[in-house]
């Protein structure tokens, strides 16, 4: 069993930065890929990147890819969402989650946090 913690959202301007963290529970955590996955009301769950247990690989979505990286502390048992260069598309609720075997599918994963709102004004 894996619980997730998400912290870090919050309000910024266009051009800003956000790091959000994920902080887990369980001694298994570094045998998880982790994920990091965003929604907006209305829409699907959206794949925005995700690491391997590792940390060796790293996946981005193209809309995030050369904005946002994606690292992990497995002595910390937490995972980072670095967000550089904020867009307003960005706004969402930003979850992340805990897979034996990540992909860029939602339905891959087996933990989930209970998400943080970012918020990106124009």
């Known amino acids: 069993q894996v619980q997730l913690v998400e912290s870090g959202g919050g309000l910024v301007q266009a051009g800003g930065s956000l790091r959000l963290s994920c902080a887990a529970s369980?001694?298994?955590?570094?045998?998880?890929?982790m994920g990091w996955f965003r929604q907006v009301p209305g829409k699907e769950r959206e794949f925005v990147a995700r690491?391997?247990?590792?940390?060796?690989?790293?996946y981005y979505a193209d809309s995030v890819k050369g904005r946002f990286t994606i690292s992990r502390d497995n002595a910390k048992n937490t995972v980072y969402l670095q967000m550089n260069s904020l867009k307003p598309e960005d706004t969402a609720v930003y979850y992340c989650?805990?897979?034996?075997?990540?992909?860029?599918?939602?339905?891959?994963?087996?933990?989930w946090g209970q998400g943080t709102q970012v918020t990106v004004s124009s």
């Open positions: 989650a805990a897979a034996r075997k990540g992909g860029a599918r939602p339905t891959e994963y087996d933990y």
């Open positions: 369980g001694r298994t955590f570094s045998s998880y890929g």
């Open positions: 690491i391997t247990w590792l940390g060796s690989s790293t």
